[in-house]
């Protein structure tokens, strides 16, 4: 069983939508989404010492399932949010990092990891919380 930390009303339009796919939106999922790469999360001032990390959608340990993003539900997964954090974290020229963020929130699973990622690149880098929409229970 998977433990969510979601908006309430965000989660039963979610998980409802999700568990009601046909055979035919489940397959339509997998041909149009499954072998497709999310997005790089992190986008760049053009002095270079600004970024930006992009957190939007339902938060997993991978991210948006094929399904889910058939449905149009973005996400982001908390290993792209370690990723960019550690990234982010070793680069000389980044001074300042944002997160743009705009979650129902989303699994408990990998989320401590996350954090942790976060609170070491904060120890670094000047960090900076954005709302932009909500930032809800596990985000």
């Known amino acids: 069983m998977e433990l969510y930390g979601l908006q309430k009303e965000y989660a039963v339009s979610y998980l409802e939508t999700i568990e009601n796919a046909t055979i035919g939106e489940r397959g339509a999922a997998l041909t149009s989404f499954g072998a497709k790469p999310l997005d790089d999360i992190i986008s760049m001032s053009d002095d270079g010492t600004e970024a930006t990390i992009k957190i939007v959608g339902p938060l997993s340990p ?46 408990i699973a990998s989320m401590d990891q996350a954090r942790q990622a976060l609170e070491s690149l904060a120890n670094k880098k000047n960090l900076i919380a954005e709302n932009h929409g909500m930032i809800e229970s596990a985000g």
């Open 62 to 107: 991978a991210g948006p399932s094929p399904l889910a993003r058939f449905f149009g539900y973005s996400g982001t997964g908390y290993v792209d949010i370690i990723s960019a954090a550690k990234k982010l974290e070793n680069d000389p020229s980044v001074t300042t990092v944002r997160l743009a963020m705009d979650t129902p929130g989303g699994t």
